[in-house]
């Protein structure tokens, strides 16, 4: 009986003691109070149940009805508490210890001489219904499987988690007690070696470690190599056709049989799991070399109907789970603090694009240079067109001015290019490889310092060379400076004087066309300076100068930075954003003389538009120098 005084181990010890779930409430109670009595004169903590041992049954009782361990039942006149898992339990009482029942078959209602109830049983067929517990798509695991073994050999009870591990240990210190116990290693051998010729010391090898290590040799059979799932089959029919030639089978006979059934479909299963694990790890290097091949980059709808070389579709040997899983992985993973294997790319209307790292600035440097035919005949003909009608832009007379118009082309042209080249990623990628790989060819380079380079010299296209090829193309007296001038003067005479117009914005390539504006307007506002020395005399301590306490705040919110280039890089990169938000501060209060509020409201709105500064430790430092160099920027503002 039970060794401790807590109602529910006298429970379990009263019912095994019965064999039997069910417990009649008043005969409990009865042998409760007397094996109390008996119990304190050696253990007084058993004294709690003398005396109102009902009133203390009821109270305790509540919370194992609670917690489900006990139902209560009212089916008989006295009442009846029912233990649902009291089949579960004696189960792993006895596989707790399988070693110590090697030699007896599996447990079955047969020796438990009892019939379980069907809303506690899964009845299964070992040879057909084992594999959902191996790939646990089960739609639901009853707590106890019955196997049915073939030839009518009878069942075995096992419970559903051992399935396949546990069960497959058993089986196996079954094994070994037939071959070890039994002395039925050399036997083994010498029947199995003319089956596997030539493997006779690799069966020795292995019969040998089933002995010494069954449980470490089990590895090697779910690792299901050819020779071992040979092996396997071969000694689970030897063992079959051995026990059924006997006439009388003893117990030991049926531990064995059972256990060499138990074996031949859990290693078939193993086989077959081995298998498609392969296949599965082949359709992934498929999947990875795919990904090398143009165009590079790919949605995940393109992914899903990748073929093998064999027009086999890869997700046919793969779930969507996988394939989801190890792209979450190759997206995410990070070595050493460097950019995942592979990239999303977001594009403009919710396309995602998934692309190698390493594929990367090798697709971009391509999408160059069959840009730069398209971005450079683009220009031509509209240079052409406008010499032929004696019209002139800035562009060509200007680099930058030409930059910015091949950046508008490109874009216009090739948007997918112009937002790769202003992707984050990209500049991400490139500066590993120029850490990892140290210095990248001239061909391939597309940054400077962390910037892009113009885009004149990423598509390898000179502004003197596309004009003075427009300028050759037409007539002589288009280029000569007498000839055009008399014709331009006629030309235009005639010609209506068209109103202002703004160059378009390209939202591709980021660049923006600045608004062509009257050049007889002038500007209204007459007083920043003086507006800006008033700030000035607000913001800046006493005794300090201007450019002395802009230093001093710099070396507030970039202390972090402890590389003299980078910090000079953050603080250029710093200096530029806030003029180009002045700008547009000036250009929106044209009409209105600056304050101290606007200058504070435009380094809020830079810190708050941007997430990285957000964070900075010295924000408050930052929106100080962020004023401080605005009013530095109006009080040199010509007017």
Known sequence: MARTTDLYSILRAYANKYNSPYIAIEPFLTFLGKYAAHMVKDQPEWAKWQGDTGLKFWNEMAEYTEDGRCVL??????????????YVEKL?????????NADTPFPSEDSFGITLPKDQLNVLNLNTDLTPYFDKTAESFLPIVKLMFPDA????????????????????AKVRYYLGVHGNKGYAIHKLSPQLSGNEGFIREALDQVITQPLEYLNTIEASGESTWLLWSSFCNMVKN??????????????????AYIIETCNGLYRFRAQKERERETAFRALDQRMDQAPYYFSLEAITKFTNNKGVLLLSQYSNEELEACIKKKTTKSVNNEV????????RNDERWFIKKEKYLPLVNKMLGDAQSQVRQEISDRWIKMIREFQHEPAMDSDTEFDKLLMYNMGSLMPLLAHFLHDSKLLLVYEELERTQGMIPPASRIFSNGKLLPASTLLRVKRRDLLTDAKLSLPFWYSAPVFSSIIAFFAKSGRRKKPRQRVRKNTQSGIDFEEVENATEKNPTKNLA??????????????????????????????????????QNMISNMKSLIRDNLRQTLRVRKNKTITRQALEDTAAGIITGYPALKKLEGKGALQLYMELYMVKLLLTIKM
Request: charge should be negative; glycine fraction near 4%.
């Open 92 to 100: 792993k009482e006895i596989y707790k210890s399988i070693d110590e």
């Open 530 to 567: 003086s507006a800006a020395r008033e700030i000035q005399a607000a913001l800046l301590p006493e005794g300090k100068s201007l450019d002395e306490y802009l230093e001093e705040l710099e070396g507030r919110w970039d202390r972090l930075i402890l590389k003299k280039e980078d910090r």
């Open 153 to 172: 050999s009878g069942s075995a009870l096992v419970l559903a988690p051992m399935i396949p591990r546990r069960l497959m240990e058993t089986a196996m």
């Open 73 to 86: 039942l009212t089916d008989t006149a006295e009442g009846r508490v029912y233990m649902p898992f009291f």
């Open 340 to 347: 995942p294997e592979w990239l999303i790319i977001s594009g």
């Open 242 to 259: 051995d026990i059924k030639r006997k006439n009388e089978k003893l117990a030991d006979d049926m531990a064995i049989l059972e256990a």
